[in-house]
């Protein structure tokens, strides 16, 4: 499992836990410790799924959750909340205001795990799929094999990483930012030179003369698979 998981929650404690153990099972995990760096961080780096407490020193999860949801670019991204409180009319609430799952404090790590897999799955097929497709492209996880037209096509583990990062989200532009922050995170001091060296290695590996293009270019914004 490869996705990207952004936590907000000011419980040190829970943020340690939880990100250790994500981390144990293949997660790259990012987090703020309330709500306004939490909001700047996951439109910033687009994460996979979100987990997010109901009760932050600015921001309650309800408002950060609301404010995800009303804009078309991050309505996408799933979200599961972190409630102490085990009220009916508090999940009620947070399912209202968009939350696609909730979990109850205290809660095993293992119960959180299988929360978040059974929420990628349904709402992300193509972040945990073993085989992931992309019209002619064909991603083979488990072997890191790709493939287009069904013919095998080798890769570098950089240009491998970054064209599994684009194809969770076809169509998506992502900024040199982000994509550093994605693709790069152990080693954040790399230029936006080397970004567009390995796009150009991806390109050339994976084009075919008289074949449409697949990375696209966009101006001033970033790169995109479509
Ligand atoms: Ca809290």
């Not at 932050?56 to 309800?62: E, M």
């Not at 897999?117 to 488990?142: G, H, N, Q, Y």
Request: charged letters at 30%; one cysteine or more.
């Amino acid at each position: 499992m490869s996705a990207n998981i952004y936590i907000v929650e000011d419980e040190e404690p829970i943020i340690t836990l939880i990100k250790y153990n994500l981390e144990k099972e293949g997660y790259k995990v990012f987090f703020s410790e309330n709500g306004n760096d939490g909001i700047k961080g996951i439109k910033n780096s687009l994460p996979d799924l979100v987990l997010l407490d109901w009760m932050l020193p600015d921001f309650s999860g309800v408002e950060i959750c609301k404010n995800l949801k009303k804009d078309i670019k991050f309505k996408n991204i799933p979200i599961i909340m972190l409630t102490a409180k085990g009220e009916e009319e508090d999940k009620i609430k947070g399912l209202n205001s968009g939350a696609d799952d909730y979990i109850t404090k205290p809660f095993s790590f293992p119960e959180l795990l299988a929360r978040v897999k059974a929420l990628l799955r349904r709402s992300k097929p193509s972040v945990v799929a073993d085989i992931v497709e992309f019209e002619d492209l064909k991603i083979d996880r488990m072997t890191r094999r790709v493939y287009r037209k069904k013919k095998e096509i080798h890769l570098g583990p950089k240009e491998y990483d970054l064209l599994n990062f684009f194809i969770k989200n076809p169509k998506r532009v992502y900024s040199r930012e982000q994509i550093l922050e994605n693709v790069w995170s152990e080693n954040i001091n790399v230029e936006n030179r080397t970004i567009d060296v390995h796009i150009r290695r991806l390109r050339q590996n994976i084009n075919i003369i008289g074949v449409k293009e697949l990375i696209r270019t966009v101006r001033s914004a970033g790169y995109s698979l479509s």
